[in-house]
């Protein structure tokens, strides 16, 4: 199954979220706020129960329970502070803010539903998106300092303009790092970490970074997205060991004997 086809098949099963006995204005609000979700929202009323809460199933299956006020943000919650940015580049360096395990770029709010997803399907992420959530799955490779961490950048020119992010990450001792890009652009000078460049269409077409967790299931994590219109990313978060090791094996299956040389040639 290619990458593509992974991102297909997580697609396929939407979650739905029923909000029981709220206001009209609170399921809206979920709404917006999972508008980039894969997530469903529906209203329902119980003639009994308590008011204002919120069931998740997927595939016909419960997953959780919670109050509408643990989805909602609080009305004093002071704004994000989220940057800008326009693409891939940005600071990585370990001695930044870490982010809590887990966490999807952007915040808390709607966590106890985000939580109980292992993979967690978002619809129209940015660029600056794509590197919030990249950044977190790099922040904890930097942080365990052990194992491997796989990052697609879809063509060399963009891999070139990260490549001191990369030589930083692939500076740990105990961190093996895995770049991929197809042959679009120089190449960049590479010192501590080893390039694929793929010619195929997935590895122009998708972006992911993927980390095998350095010999803890929990700490594995994968992000995995098609740009399937100009600046627009489709795809998973996915904190699930075996989809995280099977985008892996993948990668190193499918590409593992393409790679840059020391003259900036590929080898097949």
């Known amino acids: 199954m290619s990458l593509i086809e992974l991102i297909a098949g997580v697609e396929a099963h939407e979650a739905t979220l029923t909000v029981f006995n709220a206001d009209p204005e609170v399921a809206d609000e979920l709404r917006e706020y999972f508008a980039d979700r894969n997530i469903r929202v529906v209203e329902a009323q119980t003639a009994a129960g308590p008011e204002g809460f919120a069931v998740l199933a ?20 002071p704004g994000d502070g989220e940057s800008e940015s326009d693409g891939r580049g940005g600071e990585s360096e370990g001695g930044r803010d870490e982010p809590a395990a887990g966490e999807p770029a952007g915040g808390r709010v ?18 600056a ?12 490779a930097w942080r365990v300092g ?10 060399l020119d963009v891999l070139t303009g990260e490549a001191d992010t990369y030589d930083l990450l692939g500076g740990k001792e105990r961190l093996d790092v895995h770049a991929y890009a197809a042959d679009e652009g120089d190449a960049p000078d ?4 080893t390039v694929h460049v793929g010619e195929t269409a997935e590895i122009r077409e998708t972006w992911f970074v993927a980390y095998d967790g350095g010999g803890y299931d929990d ?6 997205a098609e740009e399937r219109a100009p600046g627009e990313f489709y795809g998973f978060w996915s904190y699930d060991p075996e989809t995280v090791d099977y985008i892996i094996d993948y990668l190193t299956e499918r590409y ?3 790679e840059q040389t020391d003259d900036g040639g590929a080898t097949v």
């Open 58 to 77: 997927r595939d016909g299956e419960f997953v959780t329970a919670v109050t509408v006020d643990e989805l909602l943000p609080r009305r004093d919650d």
């Open 110 to 127: 709607g966590g106890p539903v985000l939580d109980h997803l292992d993979e967690t399907m978002f619809t129209s992420y940015s660029r």
């Open 256 to 258: 593992g004997g393409s």
């Open 190 to 193: 590479v010192e501590h970490y």
């Open 129 to 140: 998106d794509m590197v919030a959530a990249s950044r977190e799955i790099e922040d904890r």
């Open 219 to 224: 700490a594995k994590c994968a992000l995995l």
């Open 146 to 155: 052990d194992g491997e961490l796989h990052a697609g950048f879809q063509t």
